[in-house]
């Protein structure tokens, strides 16, 4: 989720697919949008902001399959040991940081549920299946890292997919995987429907599961691979994903109580769980992710400022802030009870942001790039 492209440069011109595999700085402001995406929904300024997150996972897919593409001639052995020296250099550092940090802060204030309930799932990166197992566990401090458990489980697996399966045969398995994705989720659905989950919480099972989002990262990896000088312009797929993602949120909006919440969030609310939703919509949002990554890699600015200093630097700064931002929000929640769109709000997120950037900045200039200086120094 959180490739840092100016330190994993991407250093070859990749002749196949018409892509400059170097730094995009576009990618930065597209992750930088994906992370400002998921703080405003987590604040409940912006229902659909939870697609930063699908953002991310097609990220991940385009930018970690790159990454192995330029090194699959080389032995397994260094293949996957430099690969996951790096991944280790630049995710665990942050985490197990949070882990601690938080922990001792869990602990001390006394909340319901004790850290060691939360320990296993937490430091072995399965946290995403604790709602299965753990329905009325609290979700204060760490419920947003299901998603970097996640990313973790694809890069236990990726690697190999990459290494073992031609070019040619990589795509249509990307392709596959994105259309077989749906009936994943709907079978997933079934089951949970079976144990008499009800809609919400089967939704909430459904989305936590790694199989749910194969398509985000397939449309990602199929981009890493595919000529993309063969497909329409940038903007013209853009365009139309959009125009069907918007057209299908209007229907599923007119299907719903227009008075509620779940129909304020431009027919995309978390989760999708009205009228079956999450069979089909995570794949129209993770292909408009694709959208966005392929415009970004084209040089194409979809709307002005796309590719604007800020943006960047929300974009490097973004996994500190992805991971950092969930427990402010819960400190605040705790003490102080206040609604998101009074002024008191508006002061209250001034002050809740600058200080999560603040923090995550620190993060990156002086606790991250020490680990990432450390890269190349590896036995592989």
């Not at 595999?21 to 597209?30: E, F, I, N, Q, T």
């Not at 060691?116 to 753990?134: C, I, K, Q, V």
């Not at 009205?274 to 415009?295: D, H, K, P, S």
């Amino acid at each position: 989720m959180f490739q840092e492209i100016g330190l994993h440069r991407f250093d070859q011109l990749a002749e196949n697919n018409g892509i400059e595999m170097k730094h995009v700085p576009a990618l930065d402001s597209l992750r930088g949008i994906a992370v400002l995406l998921v703080v405003f929904h987590h604040f409940k300024w912006l229902g659909i902001g939870w697609i930063g997150v699908q953002i991310f996972f097609v990220l991940s897919g385009f930018l970690i399959t790159s990454i192995l593409w330029e090194q699959k001639e080389r032995r397994l052995r260094n293949y996957l040991g430099r690969f996951y020296w790096r991944r280790i250099l630049r995710i665990f550092p942050v985490y197990y940081g949070f882990l601690f940090a938080v922990s001792l802060a869990y602990l001390s204030v006394g909340e319901p549920v004790a850290f060691g309930d939360l320990a296993p799932w937490l430091f072995s990166y399965t946290y995403n299946f604790a709602r299965f197992f753990e329905p009325e566990m609290t979700w204060r401090y760490f419920g947003h890292l299901w998603s970097l458990a996640i990313e973790e489980q694809f890069y236990l697996v990726w690697p190999f997919v990459v290494y073992w399966v031609s070019k040619r045969s990589f795509l249509r398995l990307c392709i596959a995987l994105v259309m077989l994705a749906p009936l994943f989720r709907w079978t997933a659905g079934l089951y949970f429907l079976a144990h008499d989950y009800p809609p919400v919480r089967l939704a909430q099972c459904v989305y936590t599961l790694p199989t749910t989002h194969l398509d985000a990262f397939a449309v990602g990896a199929a981009l890493s691979v595919m000529d993309s000088r063969k497909l329409p312009s940038p903007r013209s797929v853009f365009l139309g994903v959009f125009i069907a993602l918007t057209l299908l949120g209007f229907y599923q909006w007119g299907l719903l109580d227009p008075h509620s919440r779940v129909a304020s969030d431009f027919g995309y609310p978390i989760y999708l769980s009205a009228n079956l939703q999450y069979i089909w919509g995570y794949t129209l949002v993770n292909l408009l992710g694709g959208a966005m990554i392929l415009c970004a890699v084209r040089g194409v600015d979809l709307f002005p400022g796309w590719n604007n200093r800020t943006l960047r630097f929300y974009g490097k700064i973004s996994y500190a802030l992805y991971v950092c931002h969930w427990p402010l929000l819960g400190a605040i929640g705790r003490v102080h009870d206040y609604n998101p769109w009074s002024l008191e709000g508006l002061c209250i997120f001034v002050l809740f942001f600058a200080t999560a950037t603040f923090i995550s900045w620190l993060s990156y200039r002086y606790y991250e790039t020490w680990f990432l200086r450390l890269k190349d120094r590896h036995p592989f």
